[in-house]
């Protein structure tokens, strides 16, 4: 439990944008960031714990937590549904961690049409051309893939003026600094720090 | 001569909230700050270059700057006029350094009148009782003048919630490097980056 609310922090970007790796430096900058745990109607595999990595629903429940209201985003991907609960997501908060939501730009959209206070985060490629030469070096996938995921990757990069901040990845450890900072910043914002004036006039 | 265009920064604070203090340990840590350099009526002081420590001018001339808006801001102290000119502001703006405004209330409203990309921080003492403990402990100053800037310093903490950011003075390093982070934060945001986005839709 620590003294103030946490930030809700929304990042986004584009498969071979460095999300994981920059996030990983990110962690290991903060102790006071929390994952949000999905909800998803997909089976459990193996060694997977219910609450820890997944909430595991079934479709009933799935689609009753959608009439309730009960979540900040979900969609449907290759047959499964995937969602966060906005009530773990704001316990969390509540306990004054910082809660980061690793999601696609439609996710995004939603969370932010919810909690307009949330704090979006676009995690941007320095370039297509770098982004491109990223996807080819991982030498896994086929051609055709290549060029799904950089059509896709554009498209996303389109959206990326709908977040509040642009981290451009070019260094993992630089680009982690620069979320690090937005943090820090964003929790001096005065509409959070009302309180502490109110208190300051009040102590006088 | 940088890269990029610099962020104009407004920051005020009551007198023992520690600014000067707070800014010398920011410019230990960024060398991308420069000071203003304001234009004044008052006579040189033996040593005091112009265009360095002030832009000396007449009266006349003062008046003129006013008539031509030449002024983010101006008031008058003790009898002598004092401003900042925007045009010196822009052209280190524009060489690509951030640019420190040292400001009490007034004329930070003045400048974030004219220039709303400014970015506004207040600098707090941690309490009032904090302030009034920082105060006496200089030993200096009569009780009357003492009670006379607890007075001033309660009306302009009042108005800490019309900055973007409240930096709370209760450790100077701790306080600097949030400065930092919110000069990094600020040039992230994504209205300063549209241009690397473009530029990024056309490289593909």
Redesign the interface.
């Known amino acids: 439990m620590r003294g103030e609310r946490g930030l809700l922090i929304v990042i986004s970007g584009p498969s071979g944008a460095g999300k994981s790796t920059v996030i990983a430096a990110l962690m290991r900058r903060r102790d006071d960031i929390r994952f949000s745990v999905s909800a998803t109607t997909r089976p459990p595999r193996p060694g997977e714990v219910d609450g820890k990595d997944y909430f595991f629903k079934t479709r009933e429940q799935f689609a009753r937590m959608i009439a309730e209201d009960a979540f900040l985003e979900h969609a449907e991907y290759v047959g499964n549904c995937y969602g966060t609960p906005a009530e773990a997501v704001q316990r969390q908060l509540d306990e004054g961690y910082h809660v980061l939501l690793d999601i696609e730009v439609q996710g995004a959209a939603q969370v932010l049409a919810k909690r307009p206070d949330a704090v979006s985060?676009?995690l941007?490629p320095p370039?297509?051309?770098e982004l491109e030469r990223r996807l080819r070096g991982r030498g896994t996938d086929a051609e055709e893939k290549i060029a799904g995921r950089l059509e896709t990757a554009?498209a996303e990069?389109?959206r990326?003026?709908?977040?509040?901040?642009?981290?451009?990845n070019d260094d993992a450890e630089k680009a982690a600094?620069?979320l690090?900072?937005?943090i820090?910043?964003?929790l001096?914002?005065?509409?959070l720090?009302?309180h502490?004036?109110l208190?300051?006039?009040r102590?006088?």
């Open positions: 985060v676009f941007a370039s297509m051309a554009r990069c389109a990326a003026r709908d977040y509040t901040y642009i981290v451009v600094g620069e690090d900072a937005i820090t910043a964003q001096c914002r005065s509409e720090r009302n502490f004036i208190e300051g006039d102590s006088i």
